[in-house]
Protein backbone atom coordinates (compact mmCIF):
# COMPACT_ATOMS: atom_id res chain seq x y z
CA UNK A 1 0.00 0.00 0.00
CA UNK A 2 1.03 3.55 -0.73
CA UNK A 3 0.55 4.83 2.41
CA UNK A 4 0.95 8.79 2.87
CA UNK A 5 3.86 9.49 6.10
CA UNK A 6 2.27 12.29 7.90
CA UNK A 7 3.23 13.29 11.63
CA UNK A 8 0.24 12.49 13.58
CA UNK A 9 -0.02 13.56 17.36
CA UNK A 10 -0.95 10.63 20.07
CA UNK A 11 -2.08 11.62 23.63
CA UNK A 12 -1.20 10.39 26.61
CA UNK A 13 -1.41 10.51 30.43
CA UNK A 14 1.16 12.03 32.33
CA UNK A 15 3.35 9.47 34.10
CA UNK A 16 3.15 8.69 37.92
CA UNK A 17 -0.23 10.99 38.28
CA UNK A 18 -2.32 9.77 40.87
CA UNK A 19 -6.01 9.10 39.18
CA UNK A 20 -7.92 9.61 42.28
CA UNK A 21 -6.31 13.20 42.98
CA UNK A 22 -6.90 13.89 39.14
CA UNK A 23 -10.79 13.02 39.49
CA UNK A 24 -10.98 15.10 42.53
CA UNK A 25 -9.56 17.91 40.95
CA UNK A 26 -11.93 17.62 37.93
CA UNK A 27 -15.21 17.42 39.74
CA UNK A 28 -16.38 20.38 38.40
CA UNK A 29 -15.41 19.70 34.69
CA UNK A 30 -17.17 17.04 33.81
CA UNK A 31 -16.39 16.87 30.52
CA UNK A 32 -12.71 16.84 31.26
CA UNK A 33 -13.49 14.26 33.80
CA UNK A 34 -14.96 11.96 31.43
CA UNK A 35 -11.92 12.38 28.94
CA UNK A 36 -10.12 11.74 31.30
CA UNK A 37 -11.31 8.48 32.79
CA UNK A 38 -11.59 7.49 28.86
CA UNK A 39 -7.78 8.22 28.25
CA UNK A 40 -7.07 6.46 31.61
CA UNK A 41 -8.30 2.91 29.48
CA UNK A 42 -7.09 4.06 26.38
CA UNK A 43 -3.81 5.70 26.78
CA UNK A 44 -2.11 6.48 24.12
CA UNK A 45 -4.54 7.52 21.64
CA UNK A 46 -4.24 8.92 18.35
CA UNK A 47 -6.10 12.60 18.54
CA UNK A 48 -7.75 12.16 15.49
CA UNK A 49 -9.28 8.96 17.11
CA UNK A 50 -10.09 11.30 19.94
CA UNK A 51 -11.84 13.92 17.59
CA UNK A 52 -14.34 10.84 16.87
CA UNK A 53 -15.17 10.16 20.22
CA UNK A 54 -15.42 13.62 21.85
CA UNK A 55 -16.79 17.02 20.99
CA UNK A 56 -14.11 19.60 21.43
CA UNK A 57 -11.40 17.10 21.60
CA UNK A 58 -8.86 18.98 20.99
CA UNK A 59 -9.78 21.88 23.70
CA UNK A 60 -10.55 19.13 26.19
CA UNK A 61 -6.78 17.63 25.81
CA UNK A 62 -5.43 21.22 25.57
CA UNK A 63 -7.11 22.25 29.09
CA UNK A 64 -5.88 18.96 30.64
CA UNK A 65 -2.12 19.64 29.15
CA UNK A 66 -2.12 23.05 30.68
CA UNK A 67 -2.94 21.34 34.13
CA UNK A 68 0.02 19.06 33.76
CA UNK A 69 -2.27 15.43 33.75
CA UNK A 70 -1.82 14.48 29.76
CA UNK A 71 0.53 15.06 26.90
CA UNK A 72 0.50 15.55 23.21
CA UNK A 73 3.12 13.20 21.94
CA UNK A 74 4.25 11.77 18.13
CA UNK A 75 2.28 9.35 16.99
CA UNK A 76 4.16 7.75 14.24
CA UNK A 77 5.71 4.77 17.12
CA UNK A 78 3.81 4.95 19.86
CA UNK A 79 4.85 4.48 22.82
CA UNK A 80 4.25 0.97 25.10
CA UNK A 81 6.07 0.03 28.55
CA UNK A 82 6.90 -3.29 27.65
CA UNK A 83 6.39 -5.15 31.05
CA UNK A 84 5.18 -2.14 33.18
CA UNK A 85 2.37 -4.63 34.44
CA UNK A 86 4.25 -7.05 36.87
CA UNK A 87 4.06 -10.61 35.57
CA UNK A 88 1.81 -12.96 37.99
CA UNK A 89 2.57 -15.83 39.23
CA UNK A 90 1.56 -18.94 37.35
CA UNK A 91 -0.82 -22.15 39.68
CA UNK A 92 0.23 -25.31 39.03
CA UNK A 93 -2.49 -25.53 36.48
CA UNK A 94 -1.54 -22.73 34.77
CA UNK A 95 1.94 -23.74 34.30
CA UNK A 96 0.68 -27.12 33.36
CA UNK A 97 -1.25 -25.61 30.51
CA UNK A 98 1.47 -23.37 29.15
CA UNK A 99 4.18 -26.53 29.24
CA UNK A 100 1.95 -28.47 27.28
CA UNK A 101 1.13 -25.38 24.66
CA UNK A 102 4.90 -24.32 24.90
CA UNK A 103 5.50 -28.08 24.21
CA UNK A 104 3.39 -28.06 20.85
CA UNK A 105 5.19 -24.29 19.87
CA UNK A 106 8.40 -26.24 20.14
CA UNK A 107 6.88 -29.47 17.55
CA UNK A 108 6.01 -26.92 14.74
CA UNK A 109 3.64 -28.73 13.66
CA UNK A 110 -0.33 -28.36 13.57
CA UNK A 111 -1.32 -28.91 17.55
CA UNK A 112 -4.82 -28.41 18.59
CA UNK A 113 -5.43 -27.80 22.32
CA UNK A 114 -8.78 -26.97 24.08
CA UNK A 115 -8.10 -24.33 26.91
CA UNK A 116 -10.97 -25.56 29.03
CA UNK A 117 -10.79 -22.95 32.34
CA UNK A 118 -13.29 -21.64 34.97
CA UNK A 119 -14.38 -18.34 34.74
CA UNK A 120 -11.27 -16.29 36.69
CA UNK A 121 -8.95 -19.10 35.71
CA UNK A 122 -6.44 -16.81 34.61
CA UNK A 123 -7.00 -17.95 30.54
CA UNK A 124 -5.39 -14.82 29.69
CA UNK A 125 -2.47 -14.85 31.75
CA UNK A 126 -1.44 -18.20 29.58
CA UNK A 127 -2.21 -16.67 26.64
CA UNK A 128 0.42 -14.20 27.54
CA UNK A 129 3.16 -16.81 28.20
CA UNK A 130 2.59 -18.44 25.22
CA UNK A 131 2.62 -15.41 23.07
CA UNK A 132 5.76 -14.73 24.57
CA UNK A 133 7.53 -17.94 23.87
CA UNK A 134 6.11 -17.89 20.84
CA UNK A 135 7.62 -14.52 19.71
CA UNK A 136 10.82 -16.25 21.06
CA UNK A 137 11.24 -18.71 18.97
CA UNK A 138 10.76 -16.07 16.02
CA UNK A 139 7.47 -16.95 14.64
CA UNK A 140 4.12 -14.61 14.50
CA UNK A 141 0.57 -15.05 16.03
CA UNK A 142 -3.00 -14.60 15.77
CA UNK A 143 -5.40 -13.73 18.73
CA UNK A 144 -9.02 -13.71 18.18
CA UNK A 145 -11.85 -12.20 20.57
CA UNK A 146 -15.30 -12.47 20.11
CA UNK A 147 -16.24 -8.84 20.07
CA UNK A 148 -13.45 -6.49 20.24
CA UNK A 149 -15.22 -3.65 21.25
CA UNK A 150 -16.26 -4.76 24.25
CA UNK A 151 -12.31 -6.42 25.55
CA UNK A 152 -10.45 -2.64 25.56
CA UNK A 153 -8.99 -3.65 28.48
CA UNK A 154 -7.68 -7.07 27.10
CA UNK A 155 -5.79 -4.96 23.66
CA UNK A 156 -4.08 -2.65 26.50
CA UNK A 157 -2.75 -5.74 28.77
CA UNK A 158 -1.66 -7.46 24.91
CA UNK A 159 0.42 -4.15 24.25
CA UNK A 160 2.09 -3.65 27.89
CA UNK A 161 3.21 -7.09 27.83
CA UNK A 162 4.28 -7.16 24.49
CA UNK A 163 5.04 -4.06 22.69
CA UNK A 164 4.69 -2.76 19.02
CA UNK A 165 5.42 -6.09 17.89
CA UNK A 166 1.40 -5.83 18.58
CA UNK A 167 -1.46 -4.79 15.87
CA UNK A 168 -5.37 -4.05 16.28
CA UNK A 169 -7.80 -5.52 13.74
CA UNK A 170 -11.25 -4.41 13.88
CA UNK A 171 -14.15 -2.99 11.89
CA UNK A 172 -14.03 0.38 13.64
CA UNK A 173 -10.56 0.72 12.28
CA UNK A 174 -10.04 3.61 9.43
CA UNK A 175 -9.05 2.69 6.16
CA UNK A 176 -5.54 4.51 6.38
CA UNK A 177 -5.94 2.72 9.86
CA UNK A 178 -6.32 -0.99 7.80
CA UNK A 179 -3.43 0.06 5.59
CA UNK A 180 -0.99 1.10 8.31
CA UNK A 181 -1.50 -2.10 9.78
CA UNK A 182 -1.04 -4.29 7.03
CA UNK A 183 1.48 -3.20 5.95
CA UNK A 184 3.50 -3.63 9.31
CA UNK A 185 2.55 -7.09 9.36
CA UNK A 186 3.73 -7.63 5.59
CA UNK A 187 6.93 -5.86 6.42
CA UNK A 188 7.19 -7.96 9.77
CA UNK A 189 7.35 -4.57 11.81
CA UNK A 190 4.76 -6.29 13.74
CA UNK A 191 3.75 -10.11 14.45
CA UNK A 192 1.27 -10.42 16.70
CA UNK A 193 -2.46 -9.36 15.28
CA UNK A 194 -4.94 -9.14 17.92
CA UNK A 195 -8.67 -8.72 16.51
CA UNK A 196 -11.93 -9.98 15.27
CA UNK A 197 -12.93 -12.91 13.04
CA UNK A 198 -11.50 -11.33 10.36
CA UNK A 199 -7.38 -11.00 11.84
CA UNK A 200 -7.72 -14.83 10.97
CA UNK A 201 -6.50 -13.86 7.46
CA UNK A 202 -3.69 -11.99 8.61
CA UNK A 203 -0.54 -11.65 5.99
CA UNK A 204 1.78 -13.90 7.93
CA UNK A 205 4.30 -16.60 6.71
CA UNK A 206 5.83 -17.69 9.66
CA UNK A 207 2.68 -18.54 11.63
CA UNK A 208 3.46 -20.46 15.36
CA UNK A 209 0.42 -19.45 17.21
CA UNK A 210 -3.45 -18.77 16.89
CA UNK A 211 -5.58 -18.03 20.07
CA UNK A 212 -9.12 -18.04 19.45
CA UNK A 213 -10.91 -16.55 22.97
CA UNK A 214 -14.30 -17.49 24.00
CA UNK A 215 -14.37 -19.78 21.27
CA UNK A 216 -18.29 -20.68 21.80
CA UNK A 217 -18.84 -17.11 20.87
CA UNK A 218 -21.07 -16.76 17.60
CA UNK A 219 -19.78 -13.86 16.68
CA UNK A 220 -17.08 -15.55 15.33
CA UNK A 221 -19.56 -16.50 12.52
CA UNK A 222 -19.41 -14.45 9.44
CA UNK A 223 -23.22 -14.44 8.40
CA UNK A 224 -22.98 -12.27 5.43
CA UNK A 225 -21.32 -14.00 2.35
CA UNK A 226 -18.35 -15.14 2.03
CA UNK A 227 -20.05 -17.18 4.75
CA UNK A 228 -17.20 -18.88 7.43
CA UNK A 229 -16.48 -19.87 11.02
CA UNK A 230 -13.15 -17.87 11.93
CA UNK A 231 -12.51 -21.43 14.35
CA UNK A 232 -13.31 -23.85 11.42
CA UNK A 233 -10.64 -21.70 9.30
CA UNK A 234 -8.16 -21.01 12.09
CA UNK A 235 -8.17 -25.17 12.60
CA UNK A 236 -7.51 -25.23 8.56
CA UNK A 237 -5.00 -22.60 8.99
CA UNK A 238 -2.95 -23.87 11.09
CA UNK A 239 -3.06 -27.99 9.73
CA UNK A 240 -1.80 -25.36 6.92
CA UNK A 241 0.66 -23.51 8.46
CA UNK A 242 1.88 -26.20 10.99
CA UNK A 243 0.63 -23.83 14.08
CA UNK A 244 -0.67 -24.69 17.48
CA UNK A 245 -4.15 -23.60 17.89
CA UNK A 246 -5.64 -22.79 21.30
CA UNK A 247 -9.41 -22.51 21.93
CA UNK A 248 -9.82 -21.33 25.02
CA UNK A 249 -13.49 -21.11 26.77
CA UNK A 250 -15.16 -21.81 30.00
CA UNK A 251 -18.27 -22.96 28.33
CA UNK A 252 -16.67 -25.15 24.87
CA UNK A 253 -18.94 -25.42 21.91
CA UNK A 254 -20.42 -28.89 22.25
CA UNK A 255 -18.64 -29.27 18.93
CA UNK A 256 -15.29 -27.97 20.04
CA UNK A 257 -15.70 -30.57 23.41
CA UNK A 258 -17.06 -33.64 21.39
CA UNK A 259 -13.99 -33.27 19.29
CA UNK A 260 -11.39 -32.83 22.59
CA UNK A 261 -13.06 -36.23 23.87
CA UNK A 262 -12.44 -38.33 21.13
CA UNK A 263 -8.87 -37.57 20.82
CA UNK A 264 -9.28 -34.93 18.20
CA UNK A 265 -7.95 -31.91 20.28
CA UNK A 266 -5.15 -31.88 23.64
CA UNK A 267 -7.63 -30.80 26.27
CA UNK A 268 -5.92 -28.83 29.04
CA UNK A 269 -7.69 -27.82 32.18
CA UNK A 270 -7.85 -24.81 34.55
CA UNK A 271 -10.59 -26.25 37.02
CA UNK A 272 -9.62 -23.46 40.16
CA UNK A 273 -10.16 -19.69 40.18
CA UNK A 274 -6.46 -18.01 40.65
CA UNK A 275 -5.37 -16.97 44.35
CA UNK A 276 -7.73 -20.10 45.35
CA UNK A 277 -10.97 -17.80 44.98
CA UNK A 278 -14.17 -19.41 45.11
CA UNK A 279 -16.60 -19.75 42.62
CA UNK A 280 -19.57 -17.69 43.16
CA UNK A 281 -22.30 -18.66 45.36
CA UNK A 282 -25.58 -19.67 43.00
CA UNK A 283 -29.14 -19.01 44.21
CA UNK A 284 -32.10 -20.17 42.22
CA UNK A 285 -35.59 -18.60 42.46
CA UNK A 286 -38.69 -19.94 41.51
CA UNK A 287 -40.68 -17.19 39.94
CA UNK A 288 -43.95 -18.69 40.49
CA UNK A 289 -43.90 -19.00 44.05
CA UNK A 290 -43.24 -15.77 44.07
CA UNK A 291 -46.07 -14.91 42.22
CA UNK A 292 -47.97 -17.00 44.74
CA UNK A 293 -46.36 -14.65 47.54
CA UNK A 294 -48.14 -11.74 45.85
CA UNK A 295 -44.62 -10.03 44.55
CA UNK A 296 -45.49 -8.96 41.68
CA UNK A 297 -42.17 -7.06 41.16
CA UNK A 298 -39.91 -7.75 38.07
CA UNK A 299 -37.12 -8.35 41.32
CA UNK A 300 -37.63 -11.64 43.70
CA UNK A 301 -37.74 -10.65 47.56
CA UNK A 302 -34.15 -12.39 48.16
CA UNK A 303 -33.00 -10.29 45.06
CA UNK A 304 -34.17 -7.35 46.55
CA UNK A 305 -32.75 -7.67 50.27
CA UNK A 306 -29.39 -9.02 48.81
CA UNK A 307 -29.41 -5.78 46.65
CA UNK A 308 -29.60 -3.77 49.84
CA UNK A 309 -27.13 -5.73 51.76
CA UNK A 310 -24.67 -4.74 48.86
CA UNK A 311 -25.20 -1.51 48.94
CA UNK A 312 -25.08 -1.61 52.36
CA UNK A 313 -21.35 -2.72 52.11
CA UNK A 314 -20.65 -0.37 49.24
CA UNK A 315 -20.11 -3.30 47.03
CA UNK A 316 -20.58 -3.17 43.27
CA UNK A 317 -23.93 -5.30 41.22
CA UNK A 318 -24.48 -6.46 37.91
CA UNK A 319 -28.09 -7.26 36.89
CA UNK A 320 -28.45 -8.92 34.03
CA UNK A 321 -31.45 -9.51 31.38
CA UNK A 322 -30.35 -9.97 27.57
CA UNK A 323 -33.27 -7.75 26.42
CA UNK A 324 -33.33 -4.42 25.69
CA UNK A 325 -35.99 -1.98 25.59
CA UNK A 326 -38.88 -0.92 28.20
CA UNK A 327 -41.57 -3.69 26.97
CA UNK A 328 -41.26 -6.56 24.65
CA UNK A 329 -44.61 -5.85 22.73
CA UNK A 330 -47.47 -4.10 22.93
CA UNK A 331 -50.80 -6.55 22.56
CA UNK A 332 -54.60 -4.98 22.70
CA UNK A 333 -56.16 -6.48 26.25
CA UNK A 334 -60.09 -6.65 23.95
CA UNK A 335 -59.06 -8.50 20.44
CA UNK A 336 -55.24 -9.48 21.25
CA UNK A 337 -54.27 -7.24 18.39
CA UNK A 338 -50.27 -7.67 18.32
CA UNK A 339 -48.38 -4.54 17.49
CA UNK A 340 -46.08 -6.07 14.88
CA UNK A 341 -43.36 -4.53 12.40
CA UNK A 342 -44.88 -4.15 8.85
CA UNK A 343 -41.50 -5.11 7.21
CA UNK A 344 -40.72 -8.17 9.26
CA UNK A 345 -42.89 -10.61 10.97
CA UNK A 346 -41.64 -9.14 14.76
CA UNK A 347 -43.36 -7.34 17.72
CA UNK A 348 -42.15 -4.09 17.87
CA UNK A 349 -40.40 -3.21 21.33
CA UNK A 350 -41.18 0.10 23.08
CA UNK A 351 -38.52 2.55 23.87
CA UNK A 352 -39.29 4.81 27.11
CA UNK A 353 -36.49 7.08 26.77
CA UNK A 354 -37.21 7.73 22.94
CA UNK A 355 -41.31 6.93 23.51
CA UNK A 356 -41.62 5.11 20.24
CA UNK A 357 -42.20 1.30 18.99
CA UNK A 358 -38.40 -0.30 17.16
CA UNK A 359 -38.00 -3.28 15.16
CA UNK A 360 -34.66 -4.65 16.33
CA UNK A 361 -34.35 -6.03 13.09
CA UNK A 362 -34.97 -3.46 10.17
CA UNK A 363 -35.14 -0.38 12.40
CA UNK A 364 -38.38 0.55 11.67
CA UNK A 365 -40.21 3.30 14.38
CA UNK A 366 -43.55 4.25 15.16
CA UNK A 367 -45.08 6.52 17.82
CA UNK A 368 -47.50 4.57 20.58
CA UNK A 369 -50.89 3.91 18.97
CA UNK A 370 -53.35 5.59 20.99
CA UNK A 371 -56.01 3.02 20.26
CA UNK A 372 -55.98 -0.71 19.02
CA UNK A 373 -55.57 -0.25 14.86
CA UNK A 374 -57.51 -3.68 14.89
CA UNK A 375 -60.55 -2.57 17.31
CA UNK A 376 -60.49 0.83 18.42
CA UNK A 377 -60.04 -0.18 22.05
CA UNK A 378 -57.65 2.01 24.11
CA UNK A 379 -56.52 -0.79 26.06
CA UNK A 380 -53.60 -0.98 24.19
CA UNK A 381 -50.78 -2.01 26.65
CA UNK A 382 -47.36 -2.68 26.72
CA UNK A 383 -45.96 -6.21 27.81
CA UNK A 384 -42.59 -7.96 28.80
CA UNK A 385 -39.92 -6.65 30.49
CA UNK A 386 -36.20 -5.07 28.87
CA UNK A 387 -33.13 -3.66 30.57
CA UNK A 388 -35.28 0.12 30.17
CA UNK A 389 -37.60 -1.35 32.28
CA UNK A 390 -35.50 -2.66 34.55
CA UNK A 391 -33.64 0.41 35.03
CA UNK A 392 -36.25 2.14 35.83
CA UNK A 393 -37.75 -0.25 38.66
CA UNK A 394 -33.92 -0.44 40.02
CA UNK A 395 -33.80 3.47 40.35
CA UNK A 396 -37.13 3.46 42.09
CA UNK A 397 -36.27 0.68 44.07
CA UNK A 398 -32.71 2.21 45.25
CA UNK A 399 -33.27 5.89 45.47
CA UNK A 400 -29.84 5.88 46.62
CA UNK A 401 -27.70 3.89 44.16
CA UNK A 402 -25.86 5.02 41.35
CA UNK A 403 -27.43 3.11 38.41
CA UNK A 404 -26.31 2.84 34.60
CA UNK A 405 -27.36 1.10 32.17
CA UNK A 406 -25.58 -0.67 28.78
CA UNK A 407 -26.66 -2.05 26.34
CA UNK A 408 -27.03 -2.16 22.15
CA UNK A 409 -29.00 1.53 22.43
CA UNK A 410 -26.29 3.12 24.69
CA UNK A 411 -23.53 1.47 22.92
CA UNK A 412 -24.93 2.99 19.44
CA UNK A 413 -25.09 6.69 21.34
CA UNK A 414 -20.99 6.09 22.07
CA UNK A 415 -21.35 5.95 25.76
CA UNK A 416 -20.22 2.11 26.20
CA UNK A 417 -16.89 3.32 27.29
CA UNK A 418 -17.70 5.94 29.70
CA UNK A 419 -20.46 3.69 31.38
CA UNK A 420 -17.95 0.59 31.56
CA UNK A 421 -14.84 3.12 33.12
CA UNK A 422 -17.16 4.81 35.43
CA UNK A 423 -18.50 1.45 36.57
CA UNK A 424 -14.69 0.18 36.36
CA UNK A 425 -13.38 3.13 38.66
CA UNK A 426 -16.61 2.43 41.06
CA UNK A 427 -18.71 5.65 40.53
CA UNK A 428 -21.60 3.79 39.32
CA UNK A 429 -23.43 0.71 41.72
CA UNK A 430 -26.09 -1.07 39.66
CA UNK A 431 -25.20 -1.85 36.41
CA UNK A 432 -27.97 -3.32 34.46
CA UNK A 433 -27.35 -4.64 30.92
CA UNK A 434 -27.70 -7.65 27.97
CA UNK A 435 -25.11 -9.91 27.24
CA UNK A 436 -22.57 -7.28 26.24
CA UNK A 437 -21.87 -7.14 30.03
CA UNK A 438 -21.54 -11.46 30.35
CA UNK A 439 -18.10 -12.04 29.13
CA UNK A 440 -14.80 -10.40 29.07
CA UNK A 441 -14.70 -8.28 31.91
CA UNK A 442 -13.15 -8.15 35.42
CA UNK A 443 -14.37 -6.00 37.55
CA UNK A 444 -13.53 -6.97 41.17
CA UNK A 445 -15.64 -4.69 43.38
CA UNK A 446 -18.81 -7.13 41.85
CA UNK A 447 -20.09 -8.99 44.30
CA UNK A 448 -23.36 -9.76 43.05
CA UNK A 449 -24.56 -10.78 39.75
CA UNK A 450 -27.97 -11.35 39.38
CA UNK A 451 -30.29 -12.77 36.63
CA UNK A 452 -33.57 -11.41 35.83
CA UNK A 453 -35.34 -13.88 33.57
CA UNK A 454 -33.30 -16.97 32.79
CA UNK A 455 -35.98 -18.33 30.23
CA UNK A 456 -35.93 -16.18 27.48
CA UNK A 457 -33.08 -17.88 25.68
CA UNK A 458 -34.31 -21.23 27.04
CA UNK A 459 -37.47 -21.50 24.73
CA UNK A 460 -36.27 -20.15 21.64
CA UNK A 461 -36.61 -22.66 18.67
CA UNK A 462 -33.41 -23.73 18.12
CA UNK A 463 -31.96 -26.81 18.75
CA UNK A 464 -28.77 -24.84 20.24
CA UNK A 465 -31.16 -23.08 23.05
CA UNK A 466 -30.13 -25.21 25.81
CA UNK A 467 -26.42 -24.57 24.84
CA UNK A 468 -26.52 -21.41 24.85
CA UNK A 469 -28.76 -20.26 28.18
CA UNK A 470 -25.90 -22.53 29.99
CA UNK A 471 -23.39 -20.75 28.43
CA UNK A 472 -24.42 -17.18 28.99
CA UNK A 473 -25.59 -17.77 32.36
CA UNK A 474 -22.15 -19.56 32.90
CA UNK A 475 -20.56 -16.43 31.69
CA UNK A 476 -22.43 -13.95 33.60
CA UNK A 477 -22.25 -15.61 37.27
CA UNK A 478 -18.59 -15.45 36.25
CA UNK A 479 -18.31 -11.50 36.87
CA UNK A 480 -19.18 -12.13 40.48
CA UNK A 481 -16.53 -12.78 43.17
CA UNK A 482 -13.69 -11.76 41.05
CA UNK A 483 -12.03 -9.82 44.06
CA UNK A 484 -10.83 -10.26 47.08
CA UNK A 485 -14.85 -10.78 48.14
CA UNK A 486 -16.37 -13.61 47.42
CA UNK A 487 -19.35 -13.67 44.97
CA UNK A 488 -23.10 -14.29 44.77
CA UNK A 489 -25.74 -14.93 41.84
CA UNK A 490 -29.12 -14.99 42.13
CA UNK A 491 -30.93 -16.91 38.76
CA UNK A 492 -34.52 -15.70 38.76
CA UNK A 493 -36.73 -18.69 36.33
CA UNK A 494 -40.35 -20.17 36.14
CA UNK A 495 -38.16 -23.56 35.54
CA UNK A 496 -36.44 -24.51 38.19
CA UNK A 497 -35.84 -27.83 37.71
CA UNK A 498 -35.01 -27.96 34.26
CA UNK A 499 -31.40 -29.40 34.28
CA UNK A 500 -29.68 -26.49 31.96
CA UNK A 501 -30.63 -24.38 35.44
CA UNK A 502 -29.60 -26.73 37.58
CA UNK A 503 -26.50 -27.25 35.87
CA UNK A 504 -25.72 -23.59 35.64
CA UNK A 505 -26.15 -23.30 39.60
CA UNK A 506 -23.78 -26.12 40.28
CA UNK A 507 -21.37 -23.83 37.18
CA UNK A 508 -20.57 -27.89 35.80
CA UNK A 509 -20.32 -27.81 32.38
CA UNK A 510 -19.54 -31.89 32.25
CA UNK A 511 -22.35 -31.96 33.92
CA UNK A 512 -24.43 -30.23 31.17
CA UNK A 513 -22.39 -31.41 28.27
CA UNK A 514 -22.81 -35.15 29.79
CA UNK A 515 -26.34 -34.65 29.47
CA UNK A 516 -27.15 -32.50 26.50
CA UNK A 517 -24.26 -34.65 24.03
CA UNK A 518 -26.94 -37.39 24.79
CA UNK A 519 -30.04 -35.17 23.43
CA UNK A 520 -27.93 -34.43 19.98
CA UNK A 521 -26.76 -38.26 19.42
CA UNK A 522 -30.64 -39.14 19.89
CA UNK A 523 -31.77 -36.20 17.43
CA UNK A 524 -28.93 -36.46 15.29
CA UNK A 525 -27.91 -33.13 15.58
CA UNK A 526 -24.44 -32.02 15.44
CA UNK A 527 -21.64 -33.08 16.34
CA UNK A 528 -23.51 -36.29 15.41
CA UNK A 529 -24.41 -34.48 11.98
CA UNK A 530 -23.83 -31.65 9.71
CA UNK A 531 -26.95 -29.37 8.60
CA UNK A 532 -27.55 -27.26 4.89
CA UNK A 533 -30.10 -24.54 5.89
CA UNK A 534 -31.46 -23.46 2.24
CA UNK A 535 -33.04 -20.13 2.54
CA UNK A 536 -35.47 -19.20 0.05
CA UNK A 537 -36.04 -15.44 0.08
CA UNK A 538 -38.57 -12.69 -2.09
CA UNK A 539 -41.23 -10.03 -2.14
CA UNK A 540 -43.82 -11.93 -3.73
CA UNK A 541 -45.04 -14.90 -0.76
CA UNK A 542 -47.06 -17.21 -2.84
CA UNK A 543 -43.81 -17.63 -5.38
CA UNK A 544 -41.24 -18.03 -2.31
CA UNK A 545 -43.92 -20.80 -0.87
CA UNK A 546 -43.53 -22.52 -4.61
CA UNK A 547 -39.90 -22.18 -4.92
CA UNK A 548 -39.47 -23.76 -2.11
CA UNK A 549 -41.61 -26.30 -2.28
CA UNK A 550 -40.04 -27.03 -5.72
CA UNK A 551 -36.76 -26.80 -4.46
CA UNK A 552 -37.53 -30.00 -1.93
CA UNK A 553 -39.09 -31.62 -4.30
CA UNK A 554 -35.76 -31.64 -6.53
CA UNK A 555 -33.25 -32.21 -3.52
CA UNK A 556 -35.51 -35.58 -2.51
CA UNK A 557 -35.00 -36.89 -5.86
CA UNK A 558 -31.72 -35.77 -5.62
CA UNK A 559 -30.84 -37.72 -2.54
CA UNK A 560 -32.24 -40.90 -3.34
CA UNK A 561 -28.49 -41.98 -3.93
CA UNK A 562 -27.25 -40.87 -0.52
CA UNK A 563 -28.59 -43.39 2.35
CA UNK A 564 -28.21 -41.25 5.15
CA UNK A 565 -29.42 -37.79 4.50
CA UNK A 566 -33.19 -36.64 5.62
CA UNK A 567 -35.04 -33.38 4.38
CA UNK A 568 -36.56 -31.17 6.70
CA UNK A 569 -39.28 -28.67 5.52
CA UNK A 570 -40.45 -27.28 3.20
CA UNK A 571 -41.81 -24.89 6.29
CA UNK A 572 -41.96 -20.97 6.79
CA UNK A 573 -38.38 -19.95 8.53
CA UNK A 574 -39.21 -19.16 12.55
CA UNK A 575 -38.95 -15.19 11.54
CA UNK A 576 -40.82 -15.60 8.17
CA UNK A 577 -40.46 -11.88 6.86
CA UNK A 578 -37.43 -9.72 7.46
CA UNK A 579 -36.97 -6.48 5.93
CA UNK A 580 -40.13 -6.73 3.60
CA UNK A 581 -38.68 -10.56 2.35
CA UNK A 582 -40.92 -13.92 2.81
CA UNK A 583 -38.88 -16.36 4.15
CA UNK A 584 -39.30 -20.20 3.54
CA UNK A 585 -36.54 -22.68 4.44
CA UNK A 586 -35.76 -26.57 3.88
CA UNK A 587 -33.02 -28.05 5.97
CA UNK A 588 -30.89 -30.91 5.12
CA UNK A 589 -29.02 -33.26 7.84
CA UNK A 590 -26.56 -35.94 7.09
CA UNK A 591 -23.42 -36.99 8.47
CA UNK A 592 -20.95 -36.92 5.14
CA UNK A 593 -20.36 -32.42 4.93
CA UNK A 594 -19.53 -33.41 1.15
CA UNK A 595 -22.58 -35.56 0.06
CA UNK A 596 -25.06 -32.94 1.78
CA UNK A 597 -23.00 -29.73 -0.50
CA UNK A 598 -23.42 -31.79 -3.89
CA UNK A 599 -26.86 -32.71 -3.44
CA UNK A 600 -27.58 -28.96 -2.77
CA UNK A 601 -25.49 -27.58 -5.61
CA UNK A 602 -27.00 -29.89 -7.93
CA UNK A 603 -30.06 -29.21 -6.85
CA UNK A 604 -29.86 -25.29 -7.34
CA UNK A 605 -28.51 -25.89 -10.73
CA UNK A 606 -31.70 -27.76 -11.61
CA UNK A 607 -34.53 -24.90 -9.52
CA UNK A 608 -32.80 -22.13 -11.54
CA UNK A 609 -34.32 -23.63 -14.53
CA UNK A 610 -37.46 -23.03 -13.81
CA UNK A 611 -39.06 -19.41 -15.38
CA UNK A 612 -40.82 -18.29 -13.10
CA UNK A 613 -37.51 -18.18 -10.43
CA UNK A 614 -35.40 -15.81 -12.58
CA UNK A 615 -35.00 -12.74 -10.28
CA UNK A 616 -38.06 -13.41 -8.33
CA UNK A 617 -36.02 -15.38 -5.45
CA UNK A 618 -33.19 -15.37 -3.30
CA UNK A 619 -31.49 -17.69 -2.22
CA UNK A 620 -28.82 -18.37 1.23
CA UNK A 621 -26.92 -21.30 1.80
CA UNK A 622 -25.88 -22.06 5.51
CA UNK A 623 -23.37 -25.07 5.89
CA UNK A 624 -23.81 -25.72 9.95
CA UNK A 625 -25.72 -23.17 10.78
CA UNK A 626 -25.36 -21.43 14.37
CA UNK A 627 -28.66 -19.56 14.32
CA UNK A 628 -32.00 -21.20 12.85
CA UNK A 629 -34.46 -18.29 13.21
Known amino acids: FNVQTREEKSVRLVKDIV ?9 RAPKQRELFLYLAENSPISLKSLNKSFKSASALVKALAQKGYVEVVSAQEPEYLVGKKPLLTLTSEQEGALQKIIKGLNKKSFVPILLYGVTGSGKTEVYLRALETNSQNGRQAIVLLPEI ?43 II ?44 GMIEGATVVLGSATPSLETAY ?47 TIRDRLAAREQ ?78 RKLFPEARVARLDTDVAQRGHRKTVLNEFKEGNVDILVGTQMIAKGFDFHGVTLVGVISADLSLNMPDFRARERTFQLLTQVAGRAGRGEKPGEVVIQTYWPEN ?38 LGEDEEKVREGCFDFAQIIKEEIVKYRDIAVLGPAPAPISKLQNLYRWQVILKGTQVEELRQATTRSLRKIHEFTYIAGQLRWSIDVDPLGML
Not at 201 to 209: E, I, M
Not at 512 to 519: K, V
Open 499 to 536: QVILASKKQNYNEFYQHEILIRKELGYPPFSHIIRILV
Open 259 to 305: RASKGEYLFVALNERVDARPMPRVEIVDLRQELHKGNFSIFSELLQS
Open 194 to 237: VGARSAIFAPFSNLGLIIIDEEHENSYRQEQNPKYHAREVALKR
Open 149 to 191: ALTDHMIDLFKSRLGNQVVIWHSNLTTRERRMAWEKMSLGQAT
Open 19 to 27: KEEVLRELH
Open 317 to 394: VILFLNRRGFNSFFICRDCGHNVRCNSCDISLTYHASAKELKCHYCGFRQKIPEVCPQCGSERIRGFGIGTERVEQEV
